[in-house]
């Protein structure tokens, strides 16, 4: 099973470090479509990865057309506008779940053209979103669910006790 989270001109570089750590922990590709709001090379996004960097797949791409001639599968974008509860749908093998700039998401017109294929992660109206490495984890980890984790350790071991 094959898992792509691709983030679209992402700006904040803590959040891409963040997300790029959520990547490696479950084995997902990373895919970075530009431009960014900050260098590859930014203390703080290698500071958010720690040391995963090493144990991630990542694919640069200039833009979204550059991306979509690279790619095939399914794409599903996450979005507060969305029509779908995320967890509603159902994920192929392969799947790509795609999520936006932190300040202004994934242009309507793309939205529009796939309304099947937005999800929602549910929240209250009068709060705007949330953070976008939150947004992935809650994304990827649903997908992997419905895959039953695979590939993926279940259980953890004590350091001084045995269970």
Known sequence: MELNIVLVEPQIPQNTGNISRTCAVTGAKLH??????????????????LDYWDKLEIFYY???????????????????????????INYPDNAYIIFGREDKGLPEQLL???????????????????????????????????????DLSREGKLTKYTW
């Open 112 to 150: 529009h053209q796939y309304p099947e294929r937005c999800a929602r992660i549910p929240m209250r109206n009068e709060l705007r979103s949330l953070n976008l490495s939150n947004s992935v984890a809650v994304a990827a980890y649903e997908v992997l669910r419905q895959w039953e984790f695979p």
């Open 62 to 88: 200039d833009d979204w057309n550059d991306f979509v001639s690279k790619n095939e599968g399914e794409y599903f974008f996450f979005t507060t506008k969305g029509k779908n509860v995320y967890s509603d």
């Open 32 to 49: 970075l479509v530009r431009p960014f709001g900050f260098e590859i090379t930014d203390k703080h996004l290698k500071r958010a990865g």
